[in-house]
């Protein structure tokens, strides 16, 4: 293949990297990460001056993606890490200053009174009460199993003690937070009369959308000088852009060919005249095992029953038209050529509800009985000529019998479905019982799960259904396609090398150039590419300049190929691009600012009435307006004219005012105090219950307020 015929190309490399390799044998692996990397950086971060120590972080990553079994990310898993240890000592520091301590009893406390320990059968005495000592010796028990190297149970355990220490601790720094956050009755008071004073006033309004976006136009230019003047509300953040090309490996035309001829010749038997064998061919094999092994079928044996719906529509007639020892194919069905036999045809239902009586002994599945199999068949014998044709009995049996989930149901197992019962999670057993009988049989039947009773309760209309044995080949590139496509991708990469222009090689060779806009440092998936962690760490390299070039070895969804990457745009942590989301928030503010001092410009006059007549508009009037409603009616929502109405002096004109539709001019008429209550403690409360309410922000205060440096990006 052509990485090998690289690999040929750079034999003196390939023999140091295999002895680094070696000697890598013996080192702890993050040791090996520090001999390579290129940063003398040893933590993956600070906190208020305090590392994270890289070797402990990695340690905690890999024991998340151990938790989650393999379901989480690289990515996925430090992010995790890195939020719980910046949590951890963000709060660590508050909890010191505060003066909070958190005792071991206090988390025994907390743990015995978790419902999961509560109502453990583990620790329930014998007459089904929590009992402490039993977790106890339950915990003990996790010690000595941890000295003696079976630490995994011992470790989760002390993984609890630590989280409920943790919430103990932030939930007294939050009360203690909480507690401080009050008000006093004089700010009630100057809250209810804020809100519930009324207000009359006039006043010209000039909305926004008079003046023409046209005549508004703001430059990316005056966008990115107003982002760079607000950094608190955009924070600047170093990105990359890339453009890239990507090719997939997949089978040529001669590829498909070799494999629908290579199953092709697997239908017949074959004389093989050098070495005077026979092989047989799938039309006359009856070990069917042994056939897909020594022809390494790309699928496994499916046992399952077809109806004509789930086959596939090119072959489906073919298949419901042959009859029992035929094979029909080769046919082309998701990537793979087939060939399938039929083996069985029968009428089948497609749903099937049942009931069942179960007597497990020792060895069966999930059991836990004592019963020997010759006792357990007795019993099953003697239930069986109770309940056979007595289905109230049958109930009351399999209540009082069965231990499994149906106990309380009279052994009803409700309806399953044929693709179920078939599939290989499922009983065979079982299956051919309540499929291949009538509703209303009821029969002994053995299990893996020991001796059964089963009753067939109802079924849905029987249709035919077939049973198949379907060989498949994958579809797949050959070594000579897979070595053209590389070529290609290479050539692109050394053109691209050479300086040359991406646009220009693409539209040359009809390739599609694809784009990732404002990558971040921690970024994972790239749009097009899924997760290309590589690519990421590639283009925020500090060696990396614009319009560097590569190919990468990548695997999207399982499927192989490469990409040819341009990096094409950078902005380091001083900088902030100009994303789309921020040129959507900010354009419509600053062309409404542009519009307003247009507007302005024509708002002159002495009166109300002469400013209106220069800008071709009314004297409006509102009443009863207050702050707890700052509605405006003919306009909407403008707190912050409402506002300015509240302040202003009685009958004089106002500057001009920016609001949230349009500039105004206001002049107050009128403002009615509100009638003194005895008593402000309900408007107190209320200013305690919405400051109190804001608690949840407590985090992201803290963490703001904290001094982070983040140093991920460089080891992961």
């Given amino acids: 293949m052509a990485i090998l015929s690289k690999i040929r190309d750079r034999s003196m490399f390939l023999i140091l990297i295999v002895g680094l390799a070696l000697f890598a044998f013996v080192l702890d692996p993050s040791s090996i990460q520090q001999f390579f990397s290129s940063s003398k950086v040893n933590s993956v971060g600070q906190i208020n001056g305090e590392d994270i120590d890289r070797d402990e972080f990695a340690k905690q990553v890999e024991a998340y993606k151990t938790q989650s079994g393999g379901r989480a990310t690289q990515m996925q898993a430090v992010n995790a890490v890195w939020n719980s240890m910046v949590s951890e000592k963000v709060f660590q520091n508050q909890l010191e200053k505060a003066g909070i301590v958190v005792g071991e009893k206090d988390i025994w406390d907390a743990m015995v009174a978790l419902p999961e320990i509560q109502n453990s059968p583990l620790f329930k005495n014998e007459i089904n009460l929590f009992d402490e000592e039993k977790l106890k010796e339950y915990i003990a028990n996790m010690k000595d199993d941890a000295e003696t190297g079976n630490k995994q149970a011992w470790t989760n355990w002390l993984a609890t003690e630590k989280s409920i220490k943790q919430n103990i601790e932030r939930q007294a720094y939050s009360s203690l937070v909480s507690i401080g956050l009050g008000a006093s009755l004089e700010e009630g008071k100057r809250d209810y009369m804020f809100d519930n004073t009324k207000m009359d006033a006039k006043y010209v309004f000039v909305p926004y959308s008079s003046i023409p976006d046209s005549i508004a136009l703001v430059s990316k230019e005056e966008i990115q000088k107003f982002v760079e003047e607000n950094p608190k509300r955009f924070k600047p953040e170093a990105t990359r852009s890339l453009q890239y090309v990507k090719f997939d490996i997949l089978p040529s035309a001669t590829d498909d060919a070799e494999a629908k001829k290579e199953i092709e010749n697997l239908i017949n038997d074959v004389e093989e005249s050098k070495f005077s064998l026979k092989i047989i061919g799938l039309k006359n094999a009856t070990d069917y095992d042994e056939f897909f092994t020594e022809h390494k079928s790309d699928l496994a044996i499916d046992n399952g029953y077809k109806f004509k719906n789930q086959l596939p529509a090119t072959v489906s007639d073919a298949i419901f038209e042959a ?181 220009d090689l693409a539209k040359e060779s009809n390739y599609t150039i694809q784009s990732a806009v404002n990558l971040k440092a921690l970024a994972e998936s790239i749009p097009g590419l899924s997760n290309q962690r590589q690519i990421v760490q590639w283009a925020f390299n500090q060696e990396r300049e614009l319009n560097d070039s590569k190919r990468f070895d990548i695997d999207v969804n399982g499927k192989r190929g490469y990409a040819v990457v341009l990096l094409n745009g950078k902005t380091e942590k001083d900088g902030i691009v100009l994303s789309s989301d921020i040129l959507l928030s900010v354009r419509p503010e600053l062309i409404n600012k542009k519009k307003a001092a247009l507007i302005k410009a024509k708002m002159n006059g002495g009166t109300l009435e002469e400013i209106a007549n220069n800008t071709n508009s009314t004297v409006r009037t509102t009443s009863s307006v207050t702050l707890a409603s700052p509605l405006l009616s003919g306009v909407g929502n403008e707190p912050v004219i409402v506002g300015a109405i509240s302040t202003l002096e009685l009958d004089k004109i106002s500057d001009k005012i920016e609001g949230e539709k349009g500039v105004f001019v206001v002049m107050v008429t009128k403002r009615e105090a509100s009638v003194e209550l005895e008593n402000y403690e309900t408007f107190r409360n209320k200013i305690a219950t919405k400051l109190k309410g804001r608690s949840y922000q407590l985090y992201q205060v803290l963490q703001d307020a904290s001094d982070v440096i983040d140093n991920r990006s460089k080891f992961y």
């Fill in 323 to 503: 009859s029992v020892g035929d094979v029909v194919g080769a046919y082309k069905d998701n990537g793979y050529y087939k060939i399938s036999k039929i083996v069985e045809t029968l009428q089948l239902p497609d749903s099937v509800k049942s009931s069942h009586i179960i007597v497990p002994y020792i060895g069966t599945t999930r059991s836990t009985s004592t019963k020997t199999k010759e006792e357990a068949k007795k019993i099953i014998d003697s239930i069986y000529a109770l309940v056979k044709n007595d289905k109230t009995k049958f109930t009351e049996i399999a209540d009082a019998v069965n231990s499994d989930g149906t106990k309380g149901k009279g052994g009803d197992i409700g309806w399953i479905r044929k693709d179920q019962a078939f599939s290989p999670g499922f009983d065979k057993d079982f299956a051919d019982f309540i499929y291949k009988n009538n509703a209303g049989s009821v029969n002994i039947v053995e299990t893996a799960f020991g001796f059964h009773i089963i009753r067939i309760d109802e079924q849905t209309a029987p249709e035919k259904a077939v049973k198949l044995v379907t060989f498949a080949r994958l579809i797949e590139a050959s070594e000579e396609t897979e070595n053209i496509i590389f070529e290609q991708a290479e050539t692109l990469a050394s053109n691209l090398a050479g300086q040359k222009n991406l646009e």
